[in-house]
Protein backbone atom coordinates (compact mmCIF):
# COMPACT_ATOMS: atom_id res chain seq x y z
CA UNK A 1 0.00 0.00 0.00
CA UNK A 2 1.23 3.44 -0.98
CA UNK A 3 0.28 5.85 1.92
CA UNK A 4 0.53 9.46 1.61
CA UNK A 5 1.39 11.03 5.05
CA UNK A 6 0.80 14.53 5.63
CA UNK A 7 3.90 15.80 7.65
CA UNK A 8 2.68 19.25 7.71
CA UNK A 9 2.95 19.59 11.77
CA UNK A 10 6.61 19.25 11.14
CA UNK A 11 7.18 22.73 9.68
CA UNK A 12 7.05 24.76 12.66
CA UNK A 13 10.54 24.48 14.09
CA UNK A 14 8.81 24.93 17.73
CA UNK A 15 7.55 21.45 17.72
CA UNK A 16 4.75 20.88 20.00
CA UNK A 17 2.90 17.61 21.38
CA UNK A 18 1.80 16.84 17.27
CA UNK A 19 4.77 17.78 15.48
CA UNK A 20 6.62 15.38 18.06
CA UNK A 21 3.92 13.02 17.25
CA UNK A 22 4.00 13.27 13.79
CA UNK A 23 7.90 13.15 13.77
CA UNK A 24 8.22 10.13 15.88
CA UNK A 25 5.31 8.25 14.20
CA UNK A 26 6.95 8.40 10.32
CA UNK A 27 10.14 7.04 11.90
CA UNK A 28 8.90 4.11 13.17
CA UNK A 29 6.53 3.28 10.44
CA UNK A 30 9.27 3.63 7.66
CA UNK A 31 11.60 1.18 10.45
CA UNK A 32 8.54 -1.36 10.02
CA UNK A 33 8.29 -1.09 6.55
CA UNK A 34 5.62 -2.49 5.71
CA UNK A 35 3.99 -0.05 3.58
CA UNK A 36 5.54 2.41 1.28
CA UNK A 37 4.66 6.06 2.24
CA UNK A 38 5.44 9.60 0.62
CA UNK A 39 5.87 12.21 2.87
CA UNK A 40 3.81 15.36 1.69
CA UNK A 41 4.46 18.78 2.82
CA UNK A 42 3.59 22.00 1.36
CA UNK A 43 4.97 25.47 2.24
CA UNK A 44 5.59 28.60 0.32
CA UNK A 45 8.70 29.87 2.51
CA UNK A 46 9.21 26.64 4.83
CA UNK A 47 12.04 24.70 4.97
CA UNK A 48 11.59 20.54 4.43
CA UNK A 49 12.29 19.03 7.95
CA UNK A 50 15.97 18.03 7.90
CA UNK A 51 15.22 14.83 10.61
CA UNK A 52 12.82 12.75 8.09
CA UNK A 53 13.76 9.35 7.12
CA UNK A 54 15.70 9.31 4.32
CA UNK A 55 14.86 8.42 1.02
CA UNK A 56 14.89 4.84 -0.03
CA UNK A 57 12.64 1.77 -2.11
CA UNK A 58 9.75 2.36 0.78
CA UNK A 59 9.71 6.04 1.84
CA UNK A 60 9.75 9.67 -0.50
CA UNK A 61 9.45 13.12 -0.17
CA UNK A 62 7.24 15.24 -1.96
CA UNK A 63 7.00 18.88 -0.92
CA UNK A 64 5.27 21.68 -2.93
CA UNK A 65 5.59 25.01 -2.30
CA UNK A 66 1.94 26.47 -2.64
CA UNK A 67 0.64 29.58 -0.19
CA UNK A 68 -0.99 27.28 2.60
CA UNK A 69 -3.31 30.16 3.27
CA UNK A 70 -4.44 29.73 -0.45
CA UNK A 71 -4.17 25.89 -0.56
CA UNK A 72 -6.51 25.40 2.90
CA UNK A 73 -8.98 27.71 0.87
CA UNK A 74 -8.76 25.58 -1.94
CA UNK A 75 -9.39 22.56 -0.32
CA UNK A 76 -12.06 23.65 2.07
CA UNK A 77 -14.06 25.49 -0.71
CA UNK A 78 -13.34 23.44 -3.60
CA UNK A 79 -12.47 20.40 -2.67
CA UNK A 80 -9.32 20.31 -4.56
CA UNK A 81 -6.93 19.91 -5.32
CA UNK A 82 -6.25 16.33 -4.93
CA UNK A 83 -3.38 15.63 -1.69
CA UNK A 84 -2.53 12.52 -4.37
CA UNK A 85 -2.17 14.71 -7.32
CA UNK A 86 -0.17 17.38 -5.16
CA UNK A 87 2.39 14.50 -3.94
CA UNK A 88 2.20 11.65 -7.10
CA UNK A 89 -0.20 9.29 -6.32
CA UNK A 90 -0.90 6.85 -3.47
CA UNK A 91 -3.90 4.21 -2.12
CA UNK A 92 -4.57 6.11 0.88
CA UNK A 93 -4.08 9.35 2.73
CA UNK A 94 -2.90 9.51 6.26
CA UNK A 95 -3.29 13.27 8.42
CA UNK A 96 -1.16 12.93 11.88
CA UNK A 97 -3.92 15.58 13.23
CA UNK A 98 -6.96 17.61 11.98
CA UNK A 99 -6.08 19.53 9.28
CA UNK A 100 -7.49 20.71 5.71
CA UNK A 101 -7.31 18.44 2.93
CA UNK A 102 -8.89 17.33 -0.01
CA UNK A 103 -8.68 13.98 -1.22
CA UNK A 104 -10.45 11.09 -2.82
CA UNK A 105 -8.90 8.34 -1.13
CA UNK A 106 -9.14 6.56 1.79
CA UNK A 107 -8.45 9.00 4.53
CA UNK A 108 -7.31 8.09 8.01
CA UNK A 109 -6.93 10.61 10.71
CA UNK A 110 -5.29 10.91 14.44
CA UNK A 111 -7.28 12.77 16.72
CA UNK A 112 -5.09 14.30 19.71
CA UNK A 113 -7.84 15.42 21.61
CA UNK A 114 -11.35 17.38 21.59
CA UNK A 115 -9.93 20.18 23.59
CA UNK A 116 -11.86 22.81 21.61
CA UNK A 117 -15.28 21.10 21.84
CA UNK A 118 -14.74 20.62 25.55
CA UNK A 119 -13.30 23.85 26.20
CA UNK A 120 -13.61 26.47 23.86
CA UNK A 121 -13.51 29.32 26.35
CA UNK A 122 -9.31 28.13 26.67
CA UNK A 123 -9.05 29.44 22.57
CA UNK A 124 -8.53 32.42 20.93
CA UNK A 125 -11.18 33.62 18.46
CA UNK A 126 -8.56 32.95 15.76
CA UNK A 127 -7.97 29.31 16.97
CA UNK A 128 -11.77 28.47 17.14
CA UNK A 129 -12.31 29.96 13.70
CA UNK A 130 -9.72 27.69 12.46
CA UNK A 131 -11.47 24.99 14.25
CA UNK A 132 -14.40 25.71 12.89
CA UNK A 133 -12.92 25.93 9.35
CA UNK A 134 -11.32 22.54 9.20
CA UNK A 135 -15.03 20.76 10.24
CA UNK A 136 -13.43 18.17 12.77
CA UNK A 137 -17.01 17.22 12.13
CA UNK A 138 -17.25 16.68 8.50
CA UNK A 139 -13.46 15.26 8.73
CA UNK A 140 -14.21 12.62 10.79
CA UNK A 141 -17.58 11.22 9.88
CA UNK A 142 -15.48 11.24 5.92
CA UNK A 143 -12.57 9.10 7.59
CA UNK A 144 -12.46 5.68 6.41
CA UNK A 145 -10.51 5.07 9.72
CA UNK A 146 -9.87 7.22 12.82
CA UNK A 147 -7.18 7.20 15.24
CA UNK A 148 -6.84 8.07 18.77
CA UNK A 149 -3.97 9.18 20.97
CA UNK A 150 -5.70 7.51 24.46
CA UNK A 151 -8.88 5.44 25.47
CA UNK A 152 -10.46 8.65 26.59
CA UNK A 153 -9.70 10.70 23.37
CA UNK A 154 -11.18 7.62 22.01
CA UNK A 155 -14.49 8.33 24.07
CA UNK A 156 -14.81 12.06 23.18
CA UNK A 157 -14.54 11.46 19.53
CA UNK A 158 -17.48 8.47 19.56
CA UNK A 159 -19.55 10.60 22.14
CA UNK A 160 -19.13 14.32 20.26
CA UNK A 161 -19.17 13.08 16.60
CA UNK A 162 -21.09 9.67 17.03
CA UNK A 163 -18.32 7.95 15.11
CA UNK A 164 -18.87 3.84 15.34
CA UNK A 165 -16.60 2.65 18.24
CA UNK A 166 -15.05 -0.22 15.56
CA UNK A 167 -13.74 2.69 13.64
CA UNK A 168 -11.43 4.33 16.04
CA UNK A 169 -8.19 2.51 16.58
CA UNK A 170 -6.12 3.65 20.19
CA UNK A 171 -2.22 4.29 18.89
CA UNK A 172 -0.88 6.15 22.26
CA UNK A 173 2.18 8.21 21.97
CA UNK A 174 5.69 6.10 22.62
CA UNK A 175 8.25 7.65 24.03
CA UNK A 176 12.01 7.87 22.63
CA UNK A 177 15.28 6.57 24.06
CA UNK A 178 16.32 10.10 24.60
CA UNK A 179 14.35 10.20 27.56
CA UNK A 180 15.61 8.31 30.10
CA UNK A 181 17.79 8.92 33.26
CA UNK A 182 20.94 11.42 33.04
CA UNK A 183 23.78 11.86 34.28
CA UNK A 184 24.68 14.38 36.86
CA UNK A 185 27.28 16.12 34.69
CA UNK A 186 24.97 16.29 32.02
CA UNK A 187 22.52 17.73 34.16
CA UNK A 188 24.38 19.89 36.17
CA UNK A 189 26.11 21.51 32.62
CA UNK A 190 22.06 21.94 31.49
CA UNK A 191 21.33 23.90 35.10
CA UNK A 192 24.89 26.08 34.29
CA UNK A 193 23.02 26.78 31.10
CA UNK A 194 19.73 27.90 32.01
CA UNK A 195 20.74 29.46 35.53
CA UNK A 196 19.42 27.01 37.61
CA UNK A 197 21.07 27.16 40.53
CA UNK A 198 18.36 26.03 42.93
CA UNK A 199 16.41 22.75 43.28
CA UNK A 200 12.96 23.07 41.04
CA UNK A 201 9.62 22.29 40.26
CA UNK A 202 8.91 21.84 36.65
CA UNK A 203 6.20 22.50 34.21
CA UNK A 204 6.47 22.18 30.72
CA UNK A 205 4.41 22.96 28.00
CA UNK A 206 2.74 25.29 25.43
CA UNK A 207 1.44 28.80 27.83
CA UNK A 208 -2.29 28.68 27.14
CA UNK A 209 -5.26 28.50 29.44
CA UNK A 210 -5.76 25.12 29.55
CA UNK A 211 -3.10 23.92 31.15
CA UNK A 212 -3.62 25.68 34.08
CA UNK A 213 -0.35 27.38 34.82
CA UNK A 214 -2.06 30.12 36.75
CA UNK A 215 -3.21 27.10 38.95
CA UNK A 216 0.29 25.66 38.98
CA UNK A 217 1.27 29.47 40.59
CA UNK A 218 -1.60 29.32 43.23
CA UNK A 219 -0.20 25.97 44.55
CA UNK A 220 3.83 26.76 44.64
CA UNK A 221 2.56 29.91 46.76
CA UNK A 222 1.22 27.06 49.25
CA UNK A 223 4.59 25.27 49.20
CA UNK A 224 6.82 25.85 51.47
CA UNK A 225 10.94 25.50 51.09
CA UNK A 226 13.73 26.64 48.65
CA UNK A 227 12.33 25.17 45.16
CA UNK A 228 11.93 27.39 42.52
CA UNK A 229 9.22 26.80 40.04
CA UNK A 230 10.38 26.17 36.70
CA UNK A 231 7.76 26.84 33.56
CA UNK A 232 9.01 25.80 30.16
CA UNK A 233 7.03 26.35 26.94
CA UNK A 234 6.45 28.52 23.93
CA UNK A 235 4.24 30.86 24.01
CA UNK A 236 0.15 29.69 22.84
CA UNK A 237 -2.65 31.88 23.17
CA UNK A 238 -4.34 33.95 25.95
CA UNK A 239 -0.97 33.79 27.67
CA UNK A 240 -0.79 37.33 29.62
CA UNK A 241 -2.73 36.38 32.23
CA UNK A 242 -0.15 33.66 33.03
CA UNK A 243 2.79 36.04 33.42
CA UNK A 244 0.29 38.44 35.68
CA UNK A 245 -0.38 36.03 37.68
CA UNK A 246 3.45 35.38 37.90
CA UNK A 247 4.25 38.95 38.84
CA UNK A 248 1.34 38.82 41.79
CA UNK A 249 2.82 35.99 43.50
CA UNK A 250 4.95 36.47 46.67
CA UNK A 251 7.52 34.35 45.51
CA UNK A 252 7.60 35.80 41.91
CA UNK A 253 11.41 36.14 42.10
CA UNK A 254 11.76 32.14 42.53
CA UNK A 255 9.04 31.81 39.56
CA UNK A 256 11.19 31.25 36.21
CA UNK A 257 9.87 31.35 32.72
CA UNK A 258 12.53 29.84 30.98
CA UNK A 259 10.76 29.98 27.07
CA UNK A 260 10.99 27.28 24.50
CA UNK A 261 13.32 24.23 25.70
CA UNK A 262 14.95 22.64 22.57
CA UNK A 263 14.18 18.68 22.27
CA UNK A 264 18.13 18.02 22.85
CA UNK A 265 17.90 19.94 26.61
CA UNK A 266 14.58 18.15 27.46
CA UNK A 267 15.68 15.22 29.34
CA UNK A 268 18.38 16.73 31.69
CA UNK A 269 16.16 19.85 32.57
CA UNK A 270 13.18 16.78 33.55
CA UNK A 271 15.94 14.51 34.78
CA UNK A 272 17.15 17.86 37.47
CA UNK A 273 13.92 18.36 38.33
CA UNK A 274 12.57 17.71 42.18
CA UNK A 275 8.77 16.69 40.31
CA UNK A 276 7.39 17.68 37.54
CA UNK A 277 4.06 19.58 38.31
CA UNK A 278 1.15 19.07 35.28
CA UNK A 279 -1.97 20.62 36.67
CA UNK A 280 -3.61 20.61 32.97
CA UNK A 281 -7.31 20.74 32.95
CA UNK A 282 -7.84 18.60 29.61
CA UNK A 283 -5.26 16.51 27.78
CA UNK A 284 -5.51 13.92 24.59
CA UNK A 285 -2.40 12.34 25.98
CA UNK A 286 -0.11 14.34 27.95
CA UNK A 287 3.23 13.75 26.46
CA UNK A 288 5.73 15.59 29.34
CA UNK A 289 4.73 13.18 32.54
CA UNK A 290 5.33 10.16 29.77
CA UNK A 291 9.04 11.88 29.19
CA UNK A 292 9.48 12.91 32.73
CA UNK A 293 8.61 9.39 34.17
CA UNK A 294 10.99 8.00 31.37
CA UNK A 295 14.12 10.55 33.36
CA UNK A 296 13.32 9.16 36.31
CA UNK A 297 11.23 11.89 37.51
CA UNK A 298 8.32 12.16 40.02
CA UNK A 299 5.54 13.11 38.38
CA UNK A 300 2.49 15.50 40.15
CA UNK A 301 -0.39 15.08 37.37
CA UNK A 302 -4.16 16.12 37.22
CA UNK A 303 -6.32 13.08 37.25
CA UNK A 304 -8.98 15.09 34.53
CA UNK A 305 -9.28 13.56 31.07
CA UNK A 306 -6.27 10.98 30.00
CA UNK A 307 -3.43 11.91 32.37
CA UNK A 308 -4.47 9.20 34.55
CA UNK A 309 -4.06 6.82 31.58
CA UNK A 310 -0.53 8.23 31.20
CA UNK A 311 0.61 8.07 34.85
CA UNK A 312 -1.56 5.24 36.39
CA UNK A 313 -0.05 4.53 40.03
CA UNK A 314 3.46 5.55 38.85
CA UNK A 315 2.69 9.36 39.69
CA UNK A 316 0.45 11.48 42.51
CA UNK A 317 -3.13 12.63 40.76
CA UNK A 318 -4.46 15.39 42.09
CA UNK A 319 -7.77 17.63 41.19
CA UNK A 320 -6.87 20.53 38.54
CA UNK A 321 -9.47 22.40 40.34
CA UNK A 322 -7.59 22.63 44.08
CA UNK A 323 -4.63 24.31 44.68
CA UNK A 324 -4.52 22.91 47.78
CA UNK A 325 -4.35 19.35 46.62
CA UNK A 326 -1.67 19.98 43.90
CA UNK A 327 0.18 22.01 46.51
CA UNK A 328 -0.53 19.25 49.32
CA UNK A 329 0.95 16.69 46.41
CA UNK A 330 3.81 18.93 45.68
CA UNK A 331 4.98 19.24 49.32
CA UNK A 332 4.72 15.66 49.58
CA UNK A 333 7.34 14.58 46.53
CA UNK A 334 9.82 17.44 47.85
CA UNK A 335 9.52 15.75 52.09
CA UNK A 336 9.28 12.23 51.52
CA UNK A 337 12.49 10.62 50.48
CA UNK A 338 10.72 7.36 50.47
CA UNK A 339 7.80 8.54 48.46
CA UNK A 340 9.90 10.19 45.91
CA UNK A 341 12.32 7.37 45.25
CA UNK A 342 9.37 4.98 44.95
CA UNK A 343 7.35 7.14 42.27
CA UNK A 344 10.73 7.01 40.69
CA UNK A 345 10.86 3.51 40.62
CA UNK A 346 6.92 3.26 39.23
CA UNK A 347 7.71 5.78 36.96
CA UNK A 348 10.56 4.04 34.79
CA UNK A 349 8.78 1.43 34.64
CA UNK A 350 5.79 2.73 33.39
CA UNK A 351 7.54 4.28 30.47
CA UNK A 352 8.27 1.20 29.41
CA UNK A 353 4.98 0.59 28.37
CA UNK A 354 4.64 3.44 25.98
CA UNK A 355 7.06 2.52 22.47
CA UNK A 356 7.16 3.90 19.39
CA UNK A 357 7.10 0.67 17.70
CA UNK A 358 3.28 -0.42 19.33
CA UNK A 359 2.30 3.07 18.20
CA UNK A 360 3.20 2.42 14.75
CA UNK A 361 2.05 -1.62 14.95
CA UNK A 362 -1.75 -0.43 16.15
CA UNK A 363 -1.74 2.63 13.39
CA UNK A 364 -0.96 -0.15 10.28
CA UNK A 365 -4.06 -1.90 11.87
CA UNK A 366 -6.24 1.21 11.22
CA UNK A 367 -3.99 1.58 7.17
CA UNK A 368 -5.11 -1.49 6.65
CA UNK A 369 -8.80 -1.40 7.92
CA UNK A 370 -9.21 1.59 6.25
CA UNK A 371 -7.83 0.06 3.07
CA UNK A 372 -10.41 -2.42 3.30
CA UNK A 373 -13.23 -0.17 3.92
Request: overall charge positive; aromatic content about 8%.
Amino acid sequence: MRVIADIRPLLDPRRSGVGTYTAEMVRALAARGAHEYVLWSNGSRAVPPADLPAPSAKVSHRFTRRPNRLLNASFALLGAPAVESLAGGGDLVYLPNLNFVATRLPLVVTVHDLSFVRFPRFFSAKQRLWHAAVGADRLLRRAAAVVAVSEHTKADVVETYGVPAERVTVASPGVSAAFSPRPGTEIAALRAKLGLHSPYFLFLGSLEPRKNITGLIDAYDRVAGGHDLVIAGGKGWLYRDIFRRAAASPKRDRIRFIGYVEGADKPALYAGASALVYPSFYEGFGMPPLEAMACGTPVVASHASSLGEVVGDAGLLVDPYSPADIAAAMTAVVGDGRLAAELRRRGLERAKRFTWDASAAALEKAFSAAGRS
